[in-house]
């Protein structure tokens, strides 16, 4: 048995017992700027184990982004700069790692998918030469063999007719089609970490709704360990086993799926779920909205950071910054003084009642 | 607090005297000639869509990228020149207009554009923003330079903005202020219509409630009708008071807000809204995802658009058109086997 390496382990709850793939542990990354220091990411801490998804949630700003990219070592520095804390894959720290060594791992052990495929292809290259490129720097494999297994993946991906697009170009693809390379090209090398930035937001409902059947098949067939890095909290409920809240740089709440949508705890939480219209009756009239502005994240903030924001703000809140509490049920961690008073409150509206209709019935009969 | 559905008792869901009436409308591009004497193509855009709109009253277009719905949301103000149609605002028919006559009309009919980044002039002022319109019209408002800044700062105060902020650039402003500013320049010569193109997609979730109260606010206190071209069908419902799901350049379904999204006759409609996530990881996805992408609107599919994808199609699908036509009060929708 291997001994753990630190606490945040333990607070995960939910499958402390094994060790995880990936351990982002306190991490803090600050970008030094001509008006300061931007504190993007303060002390966050979260787990990733194999076969798992965990959805990372915020708002524009909140530092999931950044918080994902540095576990890929891919934010510039200067003007970023690791401020403390570790990023623990398979035990060791990637921070630690020479650039020489990083790249044996990304692309190849964790890989990343980005919001946008066209900006992220190359527009000049045939995405079969760009899947066979990957292939080929972390695989000894002749060219015609890297191509081989390029198609191989555009079939994987459920491409239609993977022997002529291998030759196109990404100008020839539709929208969904290119997320489509862009998970083939991040599954080539096997990954046992994918972190998927915002995947669908670019894309159609429809087009979502195929990208997401897909990563949740890709998963299950191949068992990596996924981060959905999202703000649709729709994606969350249907691809995650957990979800981490960030607000401001930190993790506000954490809690399996299920759990976070029963029992939100943290006022953030509870804001964001009632500020989003529903696809059912429940939210009428007036939506909740959140008053002000995310503080600008070069001020220092003291106390709370949505404690201007906050409904259930106390003169404490403006003071201290609320330490992450473990809430009731094992692995519901909670950063707010006040989570017991809320927890008395029903959750918001819309995610208790029904949805209208959501079960259609497509033999063409209706209930 | 302001009872539910208060803001559905503006208008009833068949408009009684229509502020605005679009009837067979279409936009078809040509696309340029090939080198080598290929002929261009004809993209049918938009393709015969027809709809009324009332006073006070949200329409929703909704359908994937590509679709039409945006060309139609422009081909309204005659932003884009629709290739065939009937246009008219309280009677009178804009397609026969000069284009000066039409830019008197157009101090009526106002558009939001999605992006409040690139739809605000850099080099302006807030304030100049909001007051450009009014300026361009002065001759026929009569509006002196005093009033001009009071109707400003009213203006501001409507869109939750501080009259202060009226001498910051655009870029001093957040992505949610920016579209309030866009918002303050629509409303600023008392439009009975606004065409709203996807106002909240780029916005965060709680700053897009904001602005979706903010909208829903105006049109109760002023009665103005938006067209509301967007895809995302959650706001969608939140704000309309009927929608017109459009496939490949037309109407498939155009129905009272309720009844589409409770009881959607067309069977894109249908898979549409099982397709949006629902925030609820009790309700188990049923949904049945579509096969592939949208057919190219240079070569639309033969009969039925929509006969590709669907998973009732027949064979009569292939060969006819259906025809958008009447089922229940006020339900349309284009589909031979409904």
Known sequence: MISRVNSSTDMSGQLSHQVPLLEIDQLSIHFDTISGTVRSVNGVCYTLHAGETLGVVGESGCGKSVTALSIMRLIPMPPGRFAGGAIRYNGVDLLTLSEKEMRKIRGNRISMIFQDPMSSLNPVMTIGVQIAETIMLHQKLSKKEALLRATDMLRLVQIAEPERRVNEYPYQLSGGMRQRVMIALALACNPEVLIADEPTTALDVTIQAQIIELLKDLQEKLGMGVIMITHDLGVVAETCDRVVVMYAGRKVEEASTEDLFARPLHPYTRALMASMPAMNAAVEGRLLEIPGMVAASHELIRGCAFAGRCSYAVERCKQETPPLTEAGNVGHLVACFRWQDIAQQAAPAALVAPPVSPQYDFTGARS | ?338
């Open chain 2, 1 to 338: 607090m302001k009872p539910a559905n208060m803001h559905l008792q503006a208008a009833p869901h068949l408009p009684r005297t229509p502020l605005l009436e679009v009837r067979n409308l279409r936009k078809h591009y040509v696309t340029p000639a090939g080198m080598f004497g290929k002929s261009g193509r004809v993209v049918q855009a938009v393709e015969d869509v027809s709809f009324s709109l009332a006073t006070g009253e949200t329409l929703s277009l909704v359908g994937e990228s590509g679709c039409g719905k945006t060309t139609t949301g422009k081909s309204v103000l005659r932003l884009i020149e629709p290739t065939s149609g009937s246009i008219s605002m309280e009677g009178e028919e804009l397609l026969g207009l000069s284009a000066k006559e039409m830019r008197l009309r157009r101090q009526d009919m106002q558009i939001i554009f999605q992006d409040p980044y690139a739809s605000l002039n850099p080099r302006m002022r807030a304030g100049d923003i909001v007051a450009e319109p009014m300026r361009n019209f002065r001759a026929q408002n009569q509006s002196s330079t005093k009033s001009e800044v009071d109707k400003l700062a009213w203006l501001f105060s409507k869109v939750g903005l501080r009259p202060e902020t009226m001498k910051k650039y655009a870029y001093e402003f957040s992505g949610g202020q920016r579209q309030r500013l866009g918002i303050a320049r629509a409303l600023s010569l008392n439009p009975k219509l606004i065409v709203c193109d996807e106002p909240v997609s780029a916005l965060d979730v709680s700053v897009q409630a904001q602005v979706i109260n903010l909208l829903m606010d105006l049109q109760q206190e002023f009665g103005i009708a938006y067209l509301f071209v967007a895809h995302d069908l959650a706001v969608v419902r939140h704000i309309s008071h009927r929608v017109a799901v459009m496939y490949l350049g037309k109407i498939v379904e155009l129905t009272d807000r309720d009844t589409l999204f409770s009881r959607p006759l067309h069977p894109y409609t249908q898979i549409l809204l099982s397709a949006v996530p629902q925030p609820n990881p009790k309700v188990k996805a049923t949904r049945q995802v579509l096969r592939g992408d949208p057919p190219s609107p240079a070569n639309p599919p033969s009969g039925c658009r929509f006969h590709t994808r669907c998973p009732q199609a027949q064979a009569i699908c292939k060969e006819k058109d259906p025809e958008l036509s009447t089922r229940s009060d006020g339900h349309w929708v284009a589909c031979h086997l409904q």
